[in-house]
DNA sequence: ATTCTACATTATAATAGTTCTAAACTGTTG
DNA sequence: CAACAGTTTAGAACTATTATAATGTAGAAT
């Protein structure tokens, strides 16, 4: 995980070349132990502390689009005036906290599957999200 | 419910004064068998069919978030580049078909409650909200 | 290695939903 | 009625995001 060659490969893999700015990007995204959510531009903050040489603002959508359309991460849906990503590309569910606009994993194990007993013909069930909003108690 | 003075003394009972506008809102809102889910330029676009006089896109903003408050509405949490609201404030979830952008209903029977085996210390849950993506089969 | 080309980056403009501003208007109260 | 707070309004401002189009580059072909 520490070495660069590892995205390397994984961008190639991808059918992306791996470019000094994707690869510093996943660096940010993914050289963690802990996977978090970010905004675009909370991802911004992020590169321009890691290096010096500056990073587009279109190349920082561009790659986000591409990563999330390879599945290298997750969008969620919070009603809120800006996106927001995962890193963490399982299966989970979300507490959003509207007092500090957090987002926080819920973890699999303490959610019970959520069942869907109905139907809409000629669609398929592309995703099934939790979103519990919680405020200060 | 075809009559004004009902939507007359809810707004004022709401501590809104019952301008034309408003009234006008609330009959194209409220003044239907069936709840809907619209955008501000859905309403817009009602409004004008419905009336000569025309409101101004502020005024339709500043209702509609009146309304939300007030808790006559809700707002769907759905990532999109546009707000989604809902006459039905009752507690259910949605469907939301990707392809023709179009937000659905879940009767709230078709779906096994929710369960969070989990909660945020000095946090209460607000609301738990499960939105199923759809997309052509 | 040089050349080629499709892919990628970039600055900047454009877009679109939403919010803000401040002046004019109106519902309500005394 | 007069007074005032609340409301509407046109338009400007704001902000997240996407489009444009010129320049740069990775990888492959020669
Ligand atoms: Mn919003
Ligand atoms: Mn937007
Ligand atoms: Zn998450
Ligand atoms: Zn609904």
Redesign the pocket.
């Known amino acids: 995980m520490l070495n660069n060659s590892h995205y390397?490969d994984k961008l190639?893999s991808s059918?992306?070349?791996?470019?000094?700015?994707?690869i510093k990007i996943c660096e940010i995204l993914f050289n963690t132990e802990k996977t978090f959510h970010f905004?675009?531009?909370d991802l911004v903050k992020k590169i321009s502390k890691a290096t010096n040489?500056?990073?587009?603002?279109?190349?920082v959508?561009?790659?986000v689009?591409a990563f999330k359309k390879k599945g290298y991460l997750k969008e969620i849906p919070i009603n809120s005036?800006?996106?927001y990503f995962d890193t963490n590309t399982s299966h989970h569910h979300h507490f959003y906290d509207e007092n500090q606009k957090d987002l926080m994993d819920i973890d699999d194990a303490d959610v019970e599957p959520v069942k869907i007993n109905t139907r809409i013909p000629g669609k398929k069930i592309k995703s099934v999200e939790v979103l519990v909003k919680v405020e200060d108690a």
Chains 1, 2 share one sequence.
Do not use: E, V
Request: hydrophobic fraction near 20%.
């Open positions: 390397i190639r059918g992306l070349r791996p470019t000094k700015q994707r905004t675009i531009n040489d500056k990073i587009s603002l279109a190349t959508y561009n790659t689009h005036d800006q996106s």
